[in-house]
């Protein structure tokens, strides 16, 4: 039973929807207690999962029960925001539907509407008491995550369909905000365009992703991928806007000797707080000095979830420690070094519940109140997508490798790239139908 679901997982090309697009059927392929769905989706005015949870609620339940027989779990659970309401009566019903006809129903476990409730590891801890060691994967505790997109790609995967779209949240600083289900290589432009209005690169910033993780997107014609969650506007006058064109032009790498010192980005970090050895101040103090990249007390960066609050949040004089970690650990990356613990043994911080942030104050703070409206639900686009360009690469690992040439026809669902033997990566297919008309060794183009 778990050989068939992991050759369908793999063959229809699912990985992490929320996340870096880890393979899903290599994260499967383990041997955990828990499974935990990762429903919290705490990234403000995004509502991708919390709409699947509402439409698909007996798909997904099913799915669960699937997962959980073939894996021979102790126990799933789908996390989710006590917020959210009409999700939640919709899980219900359908857990006490589906409940004994496969396997025990999975069980609802619910969070608080705080801020990362989403990270796995904050996540993981909140639902079973036990902390992810530091530079490890939740796994290393006997708990597999997913989130609800990746759970929704393995239904479909189940009845033989690919991972050809990709539901994306619309919103931000436009006329009606929407939820959409978009071919994988949908211009930004384009999806943009259904909610936006006259939104221009001239007059706001997209961010790929969620307020807080989000990063700008520099050209409005790259394709959307597995992985895209949201595509948030923001004019460029904005507090926001500012606050991330600021990060991208450098001021903060430049400002990092002003650092004071004050400790608010380490005493507000969600990892600090699980017990893991990162503490932003020090690393700011420590790149201030000048310290060569080899300093022991760099290695710190490796343990960053770059979740935002140290900068977004927390500091007062417009830094940046996000970036720097994300730096140091892309230097770290590159020259191969592991995310090594830099201890054995991790005590949650006293105070940790008192320094949650709630979801309303964040909200405040970053001034997007104004932005939180409702995202309508559509399952399909008002127009045709004629042309999408595919990349090679949306996951964890190598590129696929094209299966296709110049010139062939394809019908949505064929297989357009797979990684070669033994290389982790993920099958690509195409998202429309139509023809080949270029190749190159980061995308394919499909044009009707």
């Known amino acids: ?102 396997h025990p129903a999975c069980e609802l476990v619910f969070l608080d509407d705080v801020y990362p409730a989403g990270d796995e590891q904050v996540a993981v801890y909140d639902v079973f008491s036990r902390i992810v060691p530091e530079g490890n994967i939740p796994l290393a505790v006997g708990v597999v995550v997913i989130n609800i997109e990746t759970l929704f790609n393995i239904a479909q995967a189940w009845k033989g369909t690919p991972v050809t779209d990709t539901w994306v949240t619309i919103g931000g600083n436009v006329p009606q905000p929407l939820t959409i289900r978009l071919p994988i290589g949908t211009p930004i432009r384009t999806a943009v365009s259904l909610a936006s209005g006259d939104c221009s690169p001239m007059t706001h910033l997209c961010l790929d992703g969620g307020p807080m993780t989000g990063h700008l997107v520099e050209d409005w014609d790259e394709p959307i991928t597995k992985t895209t969650k949201g595509l948030i506007l923001i004019p460029r006058t904005h507090y926001l806007g500012l606050r991330y064109l600021n990060i991208s032009r450098g001021v903060t790498r430049n400002a990092v000797a002003i650092c004071c010192a004050c400790l608010q980005c380490t005493e507000i970090c969600p990892r600090y707080l699980l017990g893991h050895s990162i503490e932003p101040k020090r690393l700011m103090v420590a790149a201030a000095e000048g310290l060569e990249r080899g300093a022991h007390i760099f290695r710190m960066a490796h343990f960053c979830c770059e979740c935002g609050l140290c900068d977004l949040w ?5 830094l940046s420690p996000r970036w720097l970690n994300a730096k140091i650990k892309r230097e770290f990356q590159q020259a191969g070094e592991p995310a090594t613990p830099l201890k054995t043994r991790w005590n949650v911080h006293p105070l940790r519940e008192a320094r949650k942030i709630p979801t309303a104050r964040l909200k405040s703070k970053l001034q997007i109140r104004e932005f939180d409206r409702p995202a309508r639900f559509v399952e399909t686009p008002d127009i045709e997508i004629r042309q999408v360009r595919v990349p090679l690469r949306q996951h964890i690992g190598v590129p696929a490798a094209p299966c296709v040439k110049r010139g062939d026809r394809v019908k949505k669902g064929d297989l357009l790239a797979a990684p070669r033997n033994g290389e982790l990566g993920a099958r690509i297919h195409s998202s429309i139908s139509g023809r080949i008309t270029a190749i190159t060794p980061q995308s394919i183009l499909v044009e009707r």
């Open 314 to 318: 927390a500091c007062f004089m417009n």
């Open 1 to 102: 039973m778990k050989a068939v679901l992991l050759e369908k997982i793999e063959a229809a090309g699912v990985v992490g929807a929320g996340g870096a697009g880890f393979p899903t059927h290599v994260k499967l392929n383990s041997t955990p207690e828990f499974l935990m769905i990762n429903a919290a989706e705490c990234e403000p005015l995004l509502a991708v999962d919390q709409l699947l949870m509402e439409h698909y609620a007996p798909i997904l339940v099913d799915t669960c029960n699937r997962i959980t027989k073939a894996m021979s779990l102790k126990r799933t659970v789908i996390a989710v925001k006590k917020k959210y309401t009409r999700a939640i009566a919709a899980l219900r019903d359908a857990i006490q539907c589906l409940s004994g006809k496969r």
